[in-house]
């Protein structure tokens, strides 16, 4: 092996250990995946909470830690935190064959990584509306032939059915148009975020017509996502988070009254500490 590919197969066994995650699956994508095909040339700027840091060095090596790389300083969007979303991936189960929809896929390094799970049988949409970052994703990613990328809103677009939606930006709520599209089975992972600190990873998991299973995997904050955000419920979801409670919720529940099992309502949807109807 050379030297990048133990710094990357060591950086894959941390960053699972690290994300909990049981797959070996998962750890066998992130040793394979080369993040440095996926950021553009270094040096690359490193989200702190102080801040963007310069790698001061174009050496590939450097990106092999759990850090978040630049995208679009001025914009605030990175190349996400790798242990989350292993973490993520992990709880997703992806299966080989497997359609999937990326919402928010940046310059393609987690949409890689979702196609690597899915495999060559599988299929992978993946949206970004921005035009620079799509433009990118899709030479990033033309090597994959069952990858396509939409320059497009992963919130008005009619999306395929899916057996897993990957939502990299941060929602005040599930869309209709999302759990519409998932196939029995199918799960929905994006994170709910309120108007101010930290949301976290919701995994919706569609049991029935219009049974949902739901759990948080982990805390999150991201960048919003353009179309799935309500100023009044993001404001609402704040002292949700705050309660520090979300390992009680276990189903979605929607169009319906909500109980005294509710652990936050929205609108015509909520989350419920019971198990899934």
């Known amino acids: 092996m050379t030297n990048i590919e133990v710094l990357r197969a060591f950086y894959a066994r941390y960053i699972t250990a690290k994300g909990a995650c049981r797959d070996p699956s998962v750890q066998a994508a992130f040793a394979l995946v080369e993040r440095e095909n996926y950021l553009g040339p270094g040096p690359w700027n ?10 001061d060095t174009s050496d590939p090596a450097v990106l092999y830690q759990d850090i978040l790389i630049g995208l679009k300083t001025d914009r605030g969007i990175n190349n996400g ?28 390094y987690y949409t890689a990584l979702l196609a690597h799970l899915t495999g060559e049988a599988g299929h992978v949409a993946a949206y970004e509306i921005d035009p620079g970052l799509s433009a990118h994703a899709t030479s990033n990613l033309a090597h994959l032939e069952h990858v396509r990328v939409l320059e497009e809103s992963g919130t008005h677009a009619v999306l395929p059915r ?21 196939n029995d089975g199918g799960r929905l992972i994006f994170p709910l975020t309120p108007n101010r600190g930290l949301g976290g990873m919701l995994l919706v998991t569609r049991v029935a017509a219009n049974s949902y299973a739901a759990k948080f995997i982990s805390p999150a904050q991201f960048i919003e996502c353009i179309g799935a955000r309500d100023d009044a419920t993001g404001e609402s979801l704040v002292s949700a988070f705050k309660s520090n409670t979300t390992a009680a919720v276990k189903s979605l529940r929607l169009k319906t009254p909500a109980d005294q099992s509710a652990w936050f309502v929205g609108a015509d949807w909520w989350l419920s500490t019971s198990e899934p109807a």
């Open 46 to 55: 490193v989200y702190t909470l102080a801040g963007y840091i310069s790698t």
């Open 162 to 182: 899916s057996d897993l939606i990957y939502v990299s930006a941060g929602a005040t709520h599930p869309l209709n148009s999302w759990l519409e599209a998932l």
């Open 81 to 108: 935190e790798p242990s989350l979303h292993a973490r993520c991936l992990d709880a997703a189960a992806i299966s080989r064959g497997e359609t999937i929809t990326h919402i928010g896929s940046g310059t393609g």
